[in-house]
């Protein structure tokens, strides 16, 4: 329903002569036309949160069979990568105009995936974003589209693993370990990817690869076994989230191992504390603002800029070994 102002009910006429353009092109912007510009659309969205012009969403519904509504399933939201995922596809959503709705699910099941894909679908959402919906089965199919958040090839991801790695060759380091996710995560396989490639192509040695579950605890258990690798020569160790590097950092600590100076740790994620670890952590960021309105956009069939490229954010858990 449109908004009032000293008693006077705001619709897209008031929009449009505080935009400076024609009711049509009020009505193209609201229901995500292509072909407007951005700096009209622009315009005319500043027009509706300074006019406080709100939608009617059921009877736009009725009208163009569009909910302006996009499903969201998200699995282990109580991770940070999830939980700022869900976080940055709301505000896109609301940037465009759009609403979430969020399906939760634990289970690595597909089966259980699935059936949250179908549950938005009964609510008649026009497009759903996996988020960590690691155990999904294939996106096509379905009525609308669906994508993940981070793209079906997760170059970006892949991308960001390389970074640590030619970080660390850069620094001198030629055997390390990788400490992944998840296996079943996309996520965790386009970083493995990324950390495959790079090795690879600077001739690099992997001594060794484990696999833990994205929490400080699973980097803490695994910390016996990588400190047995150090003390055979390892000298760094690309590990796939902040997290887990966390609870690495802190195993190898207290097996009497200084970081960096015997091994040097590099994470992934840049959450909000990883400047703060000790030693603060070496990480690398992804756009992810930028993911969750790349994404957005997809499923609304609409156009937007490219998410930025990661960035390599080095603090003090690297360094040349000795």
Known sequence: MSGEVGGKRIGVREVAAAA???TQTVSRVLNGYPGIREATRERVLDAVATLDYRV?????????????TVGVVASDA??????????????AARARGRWISTA???????????????????QGVDGIVLV????????????????????????????AAALVVEHLTDLGHRRIIEVAGPSDWRESLARTAG?????????????????GDWSAASGFALSEAVAARVREG????AVANDQMALGLIGGLTARGLAVPADVSIAGFDDNPDAAFYTPALTTVRLDVEGEAAHAVAAVMGESSAPP????????ASTASPR
């Not at 930025?308 to 603090?315: I, K, Q, S, T, Y």
């Open 132 to 159: 960590a919906a690691h155990g999904a089965t294939a996106l096509d199919g379905f009525d609308v589209p669906i994508v993940p958040l981070y793209g079906e090839s997760g170059a970006r991801q892949r991308d």
């Open 104 to 122: 939760y699910t634990d289970s690595d099941d597909p089966a259980d995936i699935d059936a949250a894909v179908r549950h938005l679908l009964d």
């Open 234 to 237: 390892v000298t760094a160790v």
């Open 308 to 315: 930025a490229e990661p960035v390599l954010v080095v603090r």
């Open 195 to 211: 950390v495959a490639d790079a090795v690879a192509r600077l001739d690099l040695e992997l001594v060794d690869r484990a696999e």
């Open 56 to 68: 009617n969403n059921a009877a736009r519904a009725l009208g163009t069979s569009l909910t302006r």
């Open 20 to 22: 400076g353009v024609s």
């Open 78 to 91: 109580v991770l940070h990568g999830p939980a700022a995922g869900i976080a940055a596809l709301e505000r």
